[in-house]
């Protein structure tokens, strides 16, 4: 059974407008989470991260809203640009797992110009 | 920015060959990964190591092998390789932390 969903398999996005991914979860005992951002033919990129004890964190153009109480986090990209285009992987750290990372399946992002 | 480096980046082999893909990181990270993905679909670990002669298998059964001889190199081996091995293997790395940082890939084709 799949612990980390992202039920949008793809999401269109005009550039300069917000981009919002979505990753749902199951495991409540899911303690960090991450997103990554993969290009065709290349390795996944680390973007942002958020701890369990936070609801929130910003990294410029990247925030990630954590909803734990929904088992339910976000990604924010404001504005989207064109090189955002890609795949985004949401993943998720259990308490004591040692950096083991479990997947969603990603959501392809495609920032129009 | 990580230097972690996999080779090679693609290769097409032949039915019951044997194959290394390689994995090396500079970084000293005690923790290293290989996640393999499938077009479309999620990433999923197959092996992990958390030192030195420490090898473990992940979420996802392989046929594959790894060993960890020395710190900064983690090789991935298939004795015998088949169409169904046909995928993206990708090699991580961490240290103590949350952060996993992932090699550019080796996109293998079995023929």
């Known amino acids: 059974d799949q612990q980390v969903k992202q039920n949008s398999p793809s999401l269109s996005v005009q550039e300069g407008r917000i981009s919002i991914l979505n990753c749902d979860y199951t495991?409540?005992?899911?303690?960090?989470f991450l997103w990554y951002k993969k290009y065709p033919a290349e390795g996944p990129t680390f973007l942002i991260s958020?701890?369990?004890?936070?609801d929130k964190n910003e990294d410029g153009r990247f925030t990630v809203f954590l909803n734990k109480s929904a088992k339910h986090l976000s990604l924010h990209i404001v504005p989207s640009q064109p090189g955002d285009s890609a795949v985004y992987f949401c993943?998720?750290?259990?308490?004591?797992?040692?950096?083991?990372?479990?997947f969603g399946g990603g959501t392809r992002l495609m920032v129009k110009p | 920015e990580a230097d972690i480096y996999q080779t090679p980046r693609y290769l097409v082999i032949g039915t019951g060959k044997k194959i290394t893909l390689e994995c090396s990181q500079t970084?000293?990270?005690?923790?290293m990964y290989w996640y393999q993905q499938d077009p479309g679909m999620e990433l999923h670990l197959i092996h992990y190591?958390?030192?030195?002669?420490?090898?473990e298998k992940g979420d996802l059964s392989s046929e594959s092998t790894v060993s960890r001889i020395r710190t900064e190199h983690f090789p991935l081996t298939l004795e015998s390789a088949r169409p169904s091995h046909t995928s993206q293997y990708l090699c991580?790395?961490?240290?103590?932390?949350?952060?996993?940082?992932f090699g550019e890939g080796s996109w293998l084709t079995v023929v």
């Open positions: 958020i701890s369990s004890i936070k």
């Open positions: 991580a790395s961490s240290l103590t932390g949350n952060t996993i940082y």
């Open positions: 993943a998720a750290i259990p308490t004591n797992a040692g950096n083991m990372l479990t």
């Open positions: 190591s958390y030192g030195v002669n420490s090898t």
């Open positions: 495991n409540s005992m899911f303690d960090y």
């Open positions: 970084m000293g990270h005690d923790k």
